[in-house]
């Protein structure tokens, strides 16, 4: 069983950075692709940036391009999330989940889910 738990958010000021990590546990994360979601709150829970399996990475918010970029550590079986140039509307508690090799951004397709953490950004 694979379980995933996030960590790194906390309070940043606007135009600063943050590295969330989302660290694996159970199952070895090498088969797995990541996506990093968001959830703001009364708002739906939007995908936001993927790793594959082998590495190939997919943007899905377009208000983050350019800013966000997500990378994965297979031996330490942890993927992470740097961001910079942080936002006001990057407030949200950030999920990692994982599904199978391919990357998505459809919520009802990840099989494993993290707890999430909060990322608050001051104005």
């Known amino acids: 069983q694979l379980q995933l738990v996030e960590s790194g958010g906390g309070l940043v000021q606007t135009g600063g950075s943050l590295r969330l990590s989302c660290a694996a546990s159970?199952?070895?994360?090498?088969?797995?692709?990541i996506t990093w979601f968001r959830q703001a709150p009364g708002k739906d829970r939007e995908g936001v940036i993927c790793i594959d399996s082998s590495g190939g990475t997919t943007n899905y918010a377009d208000s983050v391009k350019g800013r966000f970029t997500i990378s994965r550590d297979n031996a330490k079986n942890t993927v992470y999330l740097q961001m910079n140039s942080l936002k006001p509307e990057d407030t949200a508690v950030y999920y990692c989940?994982?599904?199978?090799?391919?990357?998505?951004?459809?919520?009802?397709?990840?099989?494993?889910w993290g707890k999430g953490t909060l990322v608050n950004v001051l104005s």
């Open positions: 159970g199952v070895t994360l090498e088969h797995y692709a």
């Open positions: 989940a994982a599904q199978n090799y391919y990357c998505s951004d459809y919520v009802g397709w990840m099989d494993y």
